[in-house]
């Protein structure tokens, strides 16, 4: 389902396994299609159309200009362009013209791993390289995919068969959006697939019918706002990204009963989640600062800045260790045990469960203390009349941009905050911005 069409799992797997034939006439999987594709029900069908025919596909956002994709491509050294975009002048233009669905197929028929050779097939994702200091394309086997998704489907939280209609609103060709997608079709789940940017306007046209949301943090904020109940049939909220603002959870379910939270942390270069958490919304014992223990395919350690390992509770650098980490598009032919240090903060507790702590470039250093600029945000967030913010250091001052919902005084916000922050965490100027930047996914840009 998306705003603009509705597919059954059949017309779905039809299409696909038309779209495969084609794919699969162009070359093998060492050859790469790149891809760029607006909506969001094409972009599903072009991830299974791409398993079936097993053919390396790299992704990138829409809006993405022909000079950008002509550089990827060359990089990448892709043969073709697929798009629902005419602008582009692509090789193959993808239209929604649903294929008659015969002899009961499904997507699920589909989605098999391909062998695990050095020549792929891959999907390709670009990484800002926010998580691991390494901006550039990874490349995920398309076997550690649908691994991944099954070893996911382990968790009690994916056979509990509440999740008929999953709202998925971090893009496809994200990591996120794609293992999320992945998990949810091996369980049988419907989707809600928004366009991009406008994930929000698209859940009130049919949040009534949605018993699962997936989403970064700034949808549900959005959401709480709400006077009226706009998803009167959720069962649970899944949270990747960031961390959510707990009372944002609980004002949008506040009319449910029975509601269940997962938080989610993982990469670019994991093609499922490393760790996951999931609770009972009621439970006022509940871990909100927890993203879980890892999940089955992976190992998790806590170093520090020699790589020595850290005990528990101790902070240190996140180290993700498993066979299925994507990886670059120089790498060797050998699939073996790989180990990813990341930029990522966190520690382990006594149970073995991950607290990620923040990132290396969001920790601000100012009059000699080490402040993260997450917690400097969420001493400020708990205020009614802030929608959002952002911190961050111009190398003499420490500077919060704020969204207001409605006008109050800086000194007020100031005062505040100083119940909830110590004083060397307090801003030294606050600017009342209209917006603060994201990224396609959800998170705040910074410097």
């Not at 159309?49 to 809006?63: C, K, N, Q, T, Y």
């Not at 582009?88 to 008659?100: F, I, K, N, T, W």
Request: glycine share 8%.
């Amino acid at each position: 389902m998306t705003p603009s069409a509705r597919w059954t799992r059949a017309e779905a797997a039809a299409t696909a396994a038309a779209w495969a034939e084609w794919l699969a006439a162009r070359g093998g999987p060492e050859q790469t299609v790149t891809a760029v594709v607006e909506d969001p029900a094409l972009l599903a069908i072009l991830l299974l159309a791409a398993l079936a025919a097993r053919r390396s596909v790299a992704f990138l956002p829409p809006g993405t200009e022909r000079p950008a994709v002509e550089a990827a491509m060359r990089e990448l050294q892709a043969d073709a362009l697929v798009s629902d975009q005419p602008s582009l002048e692509p090789d193959v233009l993808l239209e929604a013209r649903q294929e008659r669905a015969t002899g009961g197929r499904d997507p699920l028929d589909l989605a098999v791993p391909a062998p695990a050779r050095a020549s792929g097939p891959f999907f390709h994702l670009r990484t800002s390289g926010t998580t691991t200091g390494q901006p550039g394309w990874v490349r995920v086997h398309h076997a550690d995919a649908i691994w991944a998704a099954r070893a996911m489907c382990r968790l009690a939280h994916y056979r509990s068969g509440r999740h008929r209609l999953v709202f998925l609103n971090p893009p496809l060709f994200h990591s996120y959006g794609m293992s999320a997608f992945f998990e949810y079709l091996h369980v049988g789940s419907a989707f809600a697939l928004p366009r991009p940017g406008r994930a929000f306007f698209d859940f009130l046209k049919v949040g009534a019918t949605v018993t699962t949301i997936e989403a970064v943090p700034d949808l549900y904020a959005g959401l709480a706002r709400l006077r009226s109940n706009p998803a009167p049939a959720l069962v649970h909220v899944g949270i990747g990204g960031d961390f959510p603002r707990r009372e944002d959870i609980r004002r949008l379910c506040r009319h449910g009963t029975g509601v269940t939270v997962s938080i989610r942390y993982g990469l670019t270069e994991t093609p499922s989640a490393v760790a996951h958490h999931a609770f009972a919304l009621d439970d006022e014992h509940a871990d909100w600062t927890s993203s879980g223990p890892p999940t089955p395919l992976y190992r998790i350690a806590i170093v520090d800045e020699a790589g020595a390992a850290c005990p528990p509770m101790a902070e240190g650098f996140i180290v993700v260790r498993g066979r299925h980490l994507a990886e670059g598009p120089g790498h060797g032919s050998r699939r073996h045990v790989r180990l990813l240090r990341t930029e990522d903060l966190g520690y382990l507790d006594a149970k073995g469960c991950l607290h990620v702590t923040g990132r290396t470039k969001h920790f601000i250093k100012h009059h000699g203390f080490r402040i993260s600029a997450r917690t400097v945000e969420e001493g400020f967030l708990v205020n009614e009349a802030v929608a959002d913010c952002r911190a961050r250091h111009d190398g003499a001052q420490l500077i919060l941009e704020v969204v207001l919902r409605h006008p109050v005084e800086p000194a007020a916000l100031l005062r505040d905050a100083a119940t909830r922050l110590p004083a060397y965490a307090l801003p030294d100027r606050i600017d009342v911005v209209p917006a603060i930047e994201k990224t396609l996914t959800g998170k705040t840009v910074r410097a």
